[in-house]
């Protein structure tokens, strides 16, 4: 199947989206309404370039993002799916609509015709608005890319690739989420991904399963679970805020105040500023590890993160295998196996991993079959407040922001660097 002609990359919904950007913006609506915010993208492999027809073509793509809305039927859903949203946010939701003047887009021309060049994007405006452009936009750049720039690629063998993937991990018994909405090769991409797991996992027996998705879209579409909590923004934005010291304690705390019901999300990312400062901060609040279900890993050793959140929680005198624990960083098929062997050795007997650009950009290339390579892009919170906001992470490849600001954490926390 060859790949379709270009066409505009724009989401066909609002909930095209990851699901922990409509719960952070309903607790933005809640605690922060008014406070404004950047956002900054960030290109890690600094050797991909971008054409000018690339980019022009992505502004043309953001112009149209202002006409995307909730529809009457997606805020029904919505209610019945996700019952933590208030009335007061999904009345917002349907009312919000995104502003592309928001999102400054730069060209910086590298060659001598001024036909590849280097991105430059900055987002700015009202947290509560802001906060929905992440993933989307780096969806809509990423599908613009291969439609422009790397094209020699097609659709053939996806939908069985994609099956073999999830009967692999549905065999192992693995419970396992698609989390691959923002480098995604395009929106096609990802509902054949989608569609081959679910498909998957009615015809393959396992004590394992599709929980679901990340991207709200498509949850719906398949009648699938929704899939998210929180993201590393949260925490970098309550740091600039209310300052370092037990960061990731009063980001949890805010958390709470905003999702009260039994049903409340209350997954936990732990490598904002290091999970090293994480552990000390859930060490010194024992009621709050009680009450918050598991723990997301998304940077560093897996295979460090298991046997340290296990002796965490038995120093705190609470039941290991009660708590999730989700993996999320960088997964690909073996990588799953071999943490899940390592986790049923520990004892953790929830654990799910979120599998995202190995399901939803995994090519090779159509005149050679040699891999493919996806994007290895991000789009950060760079400021709330005008404080910044940074992110240490447990691979120190991906921090970014202020170095100052990440000296003073490293201080606070008395961390390694």
């Known amino acids: ?41 960030t290109n890690r492999n600094i050797d991909t370039l971008f054409s000018r027809q690339c980019i022009e073509r992505f502004r043309t793509n953001l112009s149209s993002f202002s006409t995307i809305a909730l529809t009457e039927d997606e805020s029904e859903w919505l209610k019945k799916s ?27 021309p590298v060659t001598s015709d001024d036909l590849q060049g280097r991105l430059e994007i900055d987002i700015i405006g009202p947290w509560v608005e802001t906060i929905l452009w992440e993933v989307p936009l780096m969806a ?32 192992a018994n693995c419970f396992f989420s698609e989390f691959g909405t923002r480098r995604r090769r395009s929106f096609h991409a990802q509902d054949i991904v989608i569609g081959a797991l679910q498909r998957a996992s009615k015809e393959i027996p396992s004590s394992g399963g599709l929980f679901g998705t990340s991207n709200v879209h498509f949850a719906q579409k398949y009648n699938l679970k929704p899939i998210g909590t929180i993201a590393h923004e949260w925490f970098m934005g309550i740091g600039a805020m209310k300052g370092y010291e037990n960061a990731n304690g009063i980001a949890m705390h805010l958390w709470e105040e905003v999702y009260t019901t039994p049903d409340a999300p209350l997954i936990a990312l732990t490598d904002t500023f290091t999970t090293e400062a994480f552990i000390k901060d859930f060490v010194s609040d024992p009621e709050l590890a009680y009450r918050w279900t598991g723990l997301r890993q998304d940077s560093g050793d897996p295979f460090i993160f298991g046997p340290r959140i296990k002796e965490t929680y038995e120093k705190l005198g609470i039941p290991h295998g009660s708590k999730s624990l989700i993996y999320s960083d960088a997964l690909n098929v073996d990588k799953c196996l071999a943490i899940k062997k390592q986790c049923d050795e520990l004892g953790f007997s929830k654990v799910s991993f979120g599998v995202g650009t190995f399901l939803t950009n995994d090519f090779k290339t159509a005149s050679m079959g040699e891999k ?12 709330v407040d005008h404080k910044p906001c940074v992110k240490l992470s447990d691979d120190l490849k991906k921090t970014t922001g202020d170095k100052a600001t990440v000296e003073h954490i490293i201080s606070v926390y008395n961390l390694k660097k």
Not at 31 to 38: I, M, R, V
Request: hydrophobic residues 40%; proline residues 5%; negative net charge.
């Open 372 to 383: 493919s390579k996806a994007l290895n892009i991000v789009v950060k919170l760079s400021s």
């Open 82 to 108: 996700c019952p933590y949203f208030t009335e007061e946010y999904l009345t917002y939701l349907e009312s919000y609509r995104f502003k592309p003047e928001q999102v400054k887009v730069k060209y910086i």
């Open 140 to 171: 809509c750049l990423s599908e613009t890319y291969f439609q422009t720039v790397v094209t020699d690629w097609n659709y053939d063998n996806q939908e069985e690739l994609a099956y073999a993937k999830g009967k692999t991990l549905l065999e």
């Open 1 to 41: 199947m060859s790949a379709p002609l270009a066409h505009l990359a724009v989401p066909p919904s609002i909930l095209d989206t990851d699901l922990y950007k409509l719960t952070m913006q309903q607790a933005v609506l809640r605690l922060f309404p008014d406070l404004q915010a950047s956002y900054r993208f």
